[in-house]
């Protein structure tokens, strides 16, 4: 079965770090783009970054400069490290699978991450 | 960016009948890349159609997608229950991805 799991969210003060990690199964995620999408509470569905199958990496203006995307295909796995968190970062955190015509086909059922003091 | 507006912001509707879901783009959306995506409350978003006009794997066919250059349309026939759910239009033609706001399917 295809699957992602994401995991890594939690509480985290303003200006904190954290590093969200997704677990792909059923597929090799390196022959696939990523993205990470997050939804603040309440609200609707906002993307966050992309890494492609070739590595080509691309952020939202909204956390360019503050997080990472990265993969490790050994471990079949995607990241995301945040630094600088704000309150504004306060989501549930997606990660997703983007086919070769770019759409996203199958979704983790992701994770949390709250930044409070 | 690519803005995408969805209407109505709430759709109140009764099972059995049909909903009809509006997408509109602020620019011409590159080679049709719209997906619409359902989500109901405390899960993922589900893909259900892509290419604007294409049914996702396992997506019943009372689900159809319509529309080009900045107008989009998702219409569900038969209302089901487990229909009634929050609706996201998202456009991968153009970069950045972008997604509409949402619209809420309820229950009359």
């Known amino acids: 079965e295809v699957q992602l799991v994401e995991s890594g969210g939690g509480l985290v003060k303003p200006g904190g770090s954290l590093r969200l990690s997704c677990a792909a199964s059923?597929?090799?995620?390196?022959?696939?783009?990523m993205n990470w999408v997050r939804q603040a509470p309440g609200k609707g569905l906002e993307w966050v970054s992309s890494?492609?199958?070739?590595?080509?990496?691309y952020y939202a203006d909204s956390v360019k400069g503050r997080f990472a995307i990265s993969r490790d295909n050994a471990k079949n796995s995607l990241y995301l490290q945040m630094n600088s968190l704000g309150a504004e970062d306060t989501a549930v955190y997606y990660c997703?699978?983007?086919?070769?015509?770019?759409?996203?086909?199958?979704w983790g059922k992701g994770t949390t991450v709250t930044v409070s003091s | 960016d690519t803005v995408l507006t969805q209407s109505p912001g709430t759709l109140s509707l009764s099972p059995g009948e049909s909903a009809t879901l509006s997408c509109r783009a602020s620019?011409?959306?590159?080679?049709?890349?719209l997906a619409w995506y359902q989500q109901n409350p405390g899960q993922a978003p589900r893909l259900l159609i892509y290419?604007?006009?294409s049914r996702a794997t396992g997506i019943p066919d009372r689900f159809s997608g319509s529309g080009s250059g900045t107008d989009f349309t998702l219409t569900i026939n038969r209302l089901e229950p487990e229909d009634f759910a929050v609706y996201y239009c998202q456009q991968y033609g153009n970069s950045p991805i972008t997604f509409g706001q949402g619209t809420r399917l309820e229950i009359k």
């Open positions: 997703a699978r983007i086919t070769l015509k770019g759409y996203m086909d199958v």
């Open positions: 059923g597929f090799t995620s390196s022959t696939y783009g």
């Open positions: 890494i492609s199958s070739s590595s080509y990496i």
């Open positions: 290419g604007a006009t």
């Open positions: 620019q011409s959306v590159n080679s049709g890349y």
